[in-house]
């Protein structure tokens, strides 16, 4: 069935970062900046100091990024949006942010969210029992001190996968500080060889995440990544399907 024109992908100008003040969030500002589109960025007010360095160059609105009005105000007029789904507290910190993301983003907007390797959009992925089990002791430790909820964030993604949307679920590998080494490359699964060193720059996974926004090959997709010249990625190279920096 041929979607409704108002629903198609748009052109990206005008990008919204959900969660802009941490590490991952500035690093997006910096991609997003540096492809010429206007930020607004959303955070607690508590961490607007940590845009200081963007002073002039985005527009801030500080708010709960599972507060609805903030949330609405923020996608206002936005082309895409980039949504950090940070797992912490017990208040459905996640899933609240998703579902304000996909009610009020425009019609035709590009969504990408931020997850780990857990989240499984077809319950393909094969995952090591070394992976499996830290996933258990994290999940285990946010419930009982009340910090962080997995589970939430597993349904977060589970609302973003039934939506007719233009999303990317952009699944994240551990990840490590340094310079940038270039667009990580990806798979559908994890347990695919190329993804086995489990390891990806922050600031490569945001500009695979700034990418993502205008690659029509990674609507409704849920990639897996890891860094582009991480030793498992160089050892099963191949022509990758999107994300195109």
């Not at 996608?75 to 998703?98: E, F, I, Q």
């Not at 001190?145 to 939506?163: G, K, P, Y």
């Not at 700034?210 to 609507?219: E, G, K, T």
Request: aromatic share 8%; net charge positive; charged share 25%.
């Amino acid at each position: 069935m041929t979607e409704p024109a108002a629903n198609l992908p748009r052109p990206i100008r005008r990008v919204c970062i959900v969660g802009a003040s941490g590490k991952l969030g500035r690093y997006m500002i910096q991609h997003a900046l540096a492809r010429g589109y206007e930020v607004v960025g959303v955070c607690r007010p508590e961490s607007v100091g940590k845009l200081a360095a963007f002073a002039g160059r985005i527009t801030v609105l500080p708010g709960r990024t599972d507060d609805r009005e903030v949330i609405r105000r923020a996608v206002a007029g936005c082309d895409g949006v980039l949504v950090v789904l940070a797992p912490w507290g017990m208040r459905k910190y996640s899933s609240g942010t998703a579902q304000a993301v996909l009610d009020f983003a425009e019609p035709g907007a590009r969504l990408a969210f931020s997850c780990g390797w857990h989240i499984s959009r077809d319950g393909k992925d094969v995952y090591p029992w070394s992976f499996r089990l830290m996933v258990a002791v994290f999940r285990w430790v946010g419930l009982v001190t009340r910090l962080a909820d997995l589970d939430d964030q597993v349904e977060a993604c589970r609302r973003i996968f039934a939506s007719d949307r233009h999303w990317t679920v952009v699944r994240g590998s551990d990840l490590e500080e340094g310079p940038g080494e270039g667009l990580p490359v990806w798979s559908e699964h994890i347990g695919d060889p190329l993804l086995k060193s489990n390891l990806t720059r922050r600031v490569d996974y945001a500009q695979f995440m700034v990418a993502a926004l205008s690659d029509p090959a990674l609507s409704r997709q849920a990639p897996a990544i890891v860094g582009c010249r991480a030793r498992s990625a160089l050892a099963h190279a191949r022509p990758m399907l999107g994300a195109a920096g």
